[in-house]
Structure formats: structure tokens, C-alpha cells
């Protein structure tokens, strides 16, 4: 076909666009098409579960010197050798974990070397099971470790597992997995109970290894035996022996022991042994009365002071001022002391008899003293006492229940955008994260919820992103974290939306990319600055790495078939595309080899530009994409074949879409003349450009065949 000048152009198209017949974002093993099929089949699989190699330091304390002995493991290893499969329950402080590294060294070390052994991120959503597909393929000599207590194990999930178990047995792996009784709702034949290891022996275990032998050997249960026998052989007339045998109870968790025997180390051996020397001397002489005072500021030194907060914040005759001053002072520590002060005399009723409590009797600094507060230099701070301020939060906590309300009343009304103590809030937060890690009525969250609901800056915001990160990655607040940012995304609060979206993009999208997705899904269904967060939060996930890449374009694909009109795939897509980002340099260049990421582009096009909510973002990247290629940024043809193929499909086959662009089965030659007229863009002059390969500037020659289709995507007639 020729125009009325005799030039030659692109001949329309007879035949569907191949694309059309292509099947993309498949995750069944099978396509069925129906008709001749001239496109591409893509059946895509979802990336793997991340796993991350099991701390040496857990590795270490699974193995001798350090281990103390516990029947779990070889129970659970017995367990692995049978099934593949141990469940490992007991509750936090049991040890389980440490005794499932051991179970899994147990049963898959050889005399080779070590079996590699990973924690498998329990990456997917409360009402999701773990498919087949995003789980490790079984390699021999790999044992895996999932924790239950932070993700819900429903019983299809656990069902999954087991399954995944089998196969893993059949290869020489294996899988632990460790929980309370209330997270495993699997086969119970595979449960093994938590036994708790003598705490002693785990606190003795780790100073011996650390080379303080004098400290391991004041644990000593049995003085007379460690002169000749046992851990430590020491002389039989060391004072100090067994001289601390009864600081540590059989119930402490072994997690407890480690943190007393690395308190212990501290401790001068010399100092010790003064108090224990005068500790034989006459009980009326003052030296028997220095050592016994010694002794015990030892014991409260290394046991966090447990029984001085006692005495000071739930013993008879506690003073309400008195406790206040040194709740301020934990909170705040190393503020000035007339801020500790102002905070203190503003918890609770501001009515004046409450007011008079603190302008009667002490001052307010002998009153911070009295407490434990060391004032010398106008700081609270407690340099003498190491640890002092959590445990007076935590005593405070536990004892006085009636008032935990007013507590997280009164820290959110000094850390508010007004309070007297806002910029205090980042240490205040990370202390009611430590918190409640074991309180009752947890403080933490609440205290985030306000944080987010007042107005809060930049800097506020950073803090809360950080402080909730951390709670995910904690195994007792883990739970809770991922529920609270899950809840955040599906609500409209621009706040706590751009809390989730930061932390989306830092730490946790790192961990568990495929919960950070979901809900960074949430997120991109508004248009506003977390949405925007969002957006870049997959660019850079994509930027990373390949498997990144491939991650984010599986994801995208999975929101346009799951959620057809929901903006997320669209604004997700146009992120990934933005010709600013070096993201779209590496889809264009998998595009040319790749059919999978080219049909991924094309359907993509199509998806975004159906929706009118993204028109004018799209517009500016299509311009993006023309620039690229003009200024030789993009390849033209692959740019220009794509586009080609996304205008051939998404053009609607209404009467202007029929008039401009013609239809050889039905028009006639006046028409299609018609349309060659006013597609006819050789007629301008564009002599301005520079770039040598300006389509526009070229000779009148057909232009270049740069679709899947020939041409333009117009078939010759």
C-alpha cells in the first residue's frame, strides 16, 4: 500500500497481535491454550523463602565446652533420624531453641565436618500456607530451623511442613521446628517437651570457656570437691568457692544465666575476695559487717538490684514521690535532673494537695538519691549501679498493676510533640520495647499508636519505624509487630502509612520481603507520600540484586492477576519503569533475551493503562521512555517494539480508533487514504533535532520492523 505521494508505509495488521495468545504469571506446572498458540507461555515461580545461617554464637552454645546437658536434643534427634520432622515445645526460657541447633547437629553431623544449618523465615501471612514452591529444595546434610512462636502455624501450614519434612528426610536433611504448646497444631507425634538445662552449669559453662575461672569457681555448689575434681580445680582454701553457689536458682532461663555470667566477669575477683575475708571475722567486728554489706552489693550488682527495688518500690512504706522520682530517672536516664524532676511531679492528678507532696518533706534531689540516683553532676545517672534502670521500670511494672494505666498515660503526655520530655522519646521507647518483652499488658504498642496519632515530625517517625523493626525482630514481640504494621497498611492514617512504608523499605522488607509486599500492596492503594515510599521501596528491593529483580517483577504480576483493579500493580509498575531509576535499565536489557520480562512489560502497559487514577504518572513515564530512546539512554528498538505491541493491544476498536487507524477488512481505499494522511508525520520538518537517528528526521523510508508483529504491529497486505 502506498500514500496519495507514493511512499510506502506499514500495512495493517490481519491478525491478532501474538501476545494475545500468550499466558504470563502462571504458577500451575501447566498452560492450557486454546486455538493456535504464536506467543509466549511463562510460567512463573515464586521465590523462595529466605534463610539466614544459624548464629555462631548459637552454634557454639549447642556444642562442649558450652553445652549443659538436657535429654531435648537427643530426644529430637532420635526424632530427625525417624521422620525428618521434630517439633521442639516448651516455654520461652526453656531453651529449646539452642536444644534444637543441637538435635540438628546431632543428627546430620559426620566426621567430614559440620552440616550446614539455617533459620528459614517464616515469611508468609497468618491465613497463608507455606506452598511447595517457596520452601528450599532438600540438599543433603542441611538442616533447617523455623520458629513457630513468631509466625501462627495453622494446622494447613503445619501440614505443608510436615510434607516438606518428608522429602527433606528422603535426601539426608531435616527440619526443627520450636514453639509453645499453643503454636503447633500439627501431628503430635513428632512434639518433643522442652527440657530446661540446670542453670548453674550454663552460667559456669560460659565464664570457664571465657577464661574466668574464679568467677565460674564462686558458683561452685560443692566447695570441698573443686579442689580435686569438677569443672575448676582450685586450692581448697580459696575463700571464695562456692562463696555465690546459691545466686542462681534452677529456674533461671539459660538466656538469664549467659546475661549473669557475663555480669559476673565484671566483678574484680580481689574485691570479692576482701569481702569474703571479712566476711570470717568475728560477726560483731566491723569488718565481718563491711563484708556481709559487700557481699550483698555484689549479689544485687550482678542480679540487677533486685532486692534493693524491692525494698524501694513495693516494700511497707513505699512514698509515691519517692517512686516517681526514680521511674523518671530510669526513663530518663543521663537527662538533667530539674527535667527528671518536672516529669516526675507530672505523672498522675495535676490537683494542688498532689503538687504538695513534692514541695514537702525532702527536696527533690535528696529524694533521687534516697532511691539510687547518683546527682553529682546534674545528670541522672546510675554508673554504680549497671542495669539499675530497667530493672526499677520492670520491678515498677510488675508490682504496681493498679497503676499501669496512668504510667502509659503519663509517658505519652511527657514525650508528646509539647511534652517536656519529647526529646527524650527514642530512649523511652527502647526501654517499654525491653519492657515488654516480658511484661504483662504490654506498654509498647499503645505508646506507638499514640506516638503516630499526634501530629508526630520526621524525627518522631524515624524513631517509631526503628523501635517496631525492632519488635519484629524480637522473638517474644514478633508476633504482635507483624500484626500492628499489617493493621497500619489496610487503614488510612498518612502517619502510621508512612511508618509501615519506611519500614518496609529498611530492616524488615530485608527479612521478610514477601510480608513487607503485602504490605507495601496496602500501602500504593492511595496516592500520597507513603505511597510514594512504597514505590521506592521496590525499586530499590529490585535494584539490589537479580533474584531482587526477579522477586518484585513476580510480585507485580501476582497483584495484576490476584487484584485486577486495585492501583498497587499499576503504581508499582510505573516505579519500576521510571526511566530515572536503574531499575528499567535492567528490564530492558532482560527484555531483549528474555521473553518473560518483555511480555512482563507489555502486560504490564496494558494493565496500568487501563486505570484513570494513574494516567497522568503514566503519560510522564511514557515521555520518559521516549526521551530514553531518543537521547539513546534506551535501546529504540526494544523500546519502540514494546510500546508498539502495548498500543496494538490496548487501542479500543471504536469508529476514531477505526478512522485512524484503519480496518482492511471493512474500510475502503478513500478511508485508508485518509488515515495515511493524517498519519503521515513525515510531513513536518524536524531539522532542529540533533540526534542523528531521529525517526522523525530520517528519509522516507518504511519505517523499521520493531515489533513481535512486523512493522508496527500492522500486518502487510
Known sequence: MTTPDGQGLPQPRTSPPPFGQSAVGNLGPTVQVGGSNTGNINITGRPKLPVIAI?????????????????????????????????????????????????????????????????LAADWEDDEVPEREVLPEPIAGHGYLIDAAS????????????????????????????????????????????????????????????????????????????ATRGLLRQSATDRTVGILSDLITRTVSPGDAVAIAGRLRNIDPGRLARAAEHKERPPE????????????????????????????LAGT????????????????????????????????????????RYRE????????????VETADDTAAFHSRPGFALSAIRTDWHHWADEREE??????????????????????????????????????????????????????????????????????????????????????????????????SGRYGMRWPHMAFVRLRHILALDDEAARIAAE?????????????????????????????????????????DPTHSVLDTLMSAAQATPAIRDFLINGWMQTLRQPDVRDHAHQILLGWARGAHEGRLNRTTTFGILTDVRNAHTPLDAMSRFLYGSPDHDDKA???????????????????????????????????????????????
Open 55 to 119: 548464629a555462631r554464637g548459637d552454634r557454639e552454645a549447642a556444642l562442649e565446652p558450652l553445652w549443659a546437658h538436657t535429654p531435648t536434643p537427643q530426644q529430637a534427634a532420635n526424632c530427625l533420624a525417624a521422620n525428618g520432622l521434630a517439633v521442639i515445645l516448651g516455654e520461652r526460657g526453656t531453651g529449646r531453641r539452642i536444644s534444637a541447633v543441637r538435635a540438628l547437629h546431632t543428627h546430620l553431623a559426620t566426621p567430614a565436618g559440620a552440616p550446614q544449618l539455617y533459620d
Open 537 to 577: 521501596a521496590l525499586s530499590t528491593h529490585a535494584a539490589a540484586s537479580t533474584d531482587g529483580v526477579q522477586r518484585v517483577v513476580d510480585t507485580v504480576e501476582t497483584w495484576f492477576e490476584r487484584y485486577p483493579t486495585h492501583l498497587a500493580g499499576p503504581r508499582a509498575f510505573l516505579a519500576l519503569t
Open 151 to 226: 509466625r501462627l502455624m495453622s494446622e494447613n501450614a503445619a501440614r505443608a511442613l510436615t510434607t516438606w519434612a518428608e522429602e527433606l528426610h528422603a535426601v539426608g536433611s531435616c527440619l526443627v521446628i520450636t514453639g509453645s504448646q499453643r503454636d503447633w497444631r500439627g501431628d503430635s507425634r513428632f512434639e518433643i517437651g522442652a527440657v530446661r538445662p540446670d542453670a548453674v552449669q550454663v552460667a559456669r559453662n560460659h565464664l570457664a570457656h571465657a577464661g574466668s575461672h574464679a568467677q565460674a569457681g564462686w558458683l561452685q555448689t560443692d566447695p570441698q570437691r573443686a
Open 407 to 504: 504510667t502509659r498515660d503519663w509517658l505519652a503526655r511527657i514525650t508528646a510533640p509539647d511534652g517536656i520530655a519529647k526529646d527524650w522519646a527514642e530512649q523511652i521507647g527502647s526501654r517499654l520495647l525491653d519492657l515488654s518483652i516480658t511484661a504483662v499488658e504490654s506498654p509498647f504498642f499503645p505508646i506507638l499508636d499514640t506516638w503516630t496519632n499526634t501530629s508526630p515530625d520526621e524525627q518522631r517517625l524515624r524513631i517509631v519505624t526503628a523501635l517496631i523493626t525492632r519488635a519484629a525482630e524480637t522473638e517474644e514481640l514478633a508476633r504482635a509487630a507483624h500484626k500492628q504494621l499489617l493493621d497500619w497498611a489496610t487503614k488510612g492514617h498518612p502517619h502510621r502509612r508512612r511508618v509501615v512504608a519506611q519500614a518496609c
Open 317 to 356: 512504706g513505699t512514698r509515691g514521690p519517692d517512686r516517681m522520682m526514680l521511674l523518671a530517672a530510669a526513663y530518663l536516664e543521663g537527662a538533667p535532673l530539674e527535667l527528671c524532676i518536672k516529669a516526675a511531679t507530672s505523672f498522675g492528678s495535676r490537683d494542688e494537695a498532689l503538687a504538695r
Open 285 to 312: 567486728s566491723p569488718e565481718y559487717q563491711q563484708g556481709v554489706r559487700e557481699l550483698r552489693r555484689i549479689q544485687e550488682e550482678v542480679l540487677l538490684w533486685t532486692n534493693f527495688l524491692e525494698e524501694k
Open 671 to 717: 478511508l485508508i487514504e485518509a488515515r495515511f494522511a493524517l498519519a503521515n508525520l513525515r510531513a513536518c520538518n524536524h531539522t532542529q533535532c540533533s540526534e542523528p537517528h531521529c525517526p522523525l528526521k530520517e528519509a522516507a523510508d518504511p519505517l523499521p520492523d520493531i515489533s513481535t508483529a512486523g512493522g508496527t504491529g500492522e500486518s502487510p497486505s
Open 361 to 372: 518533706g525532702r527536696s527533690p534531689r535528696r529524694r533521687l538519691a534516697d532511691v539510687g
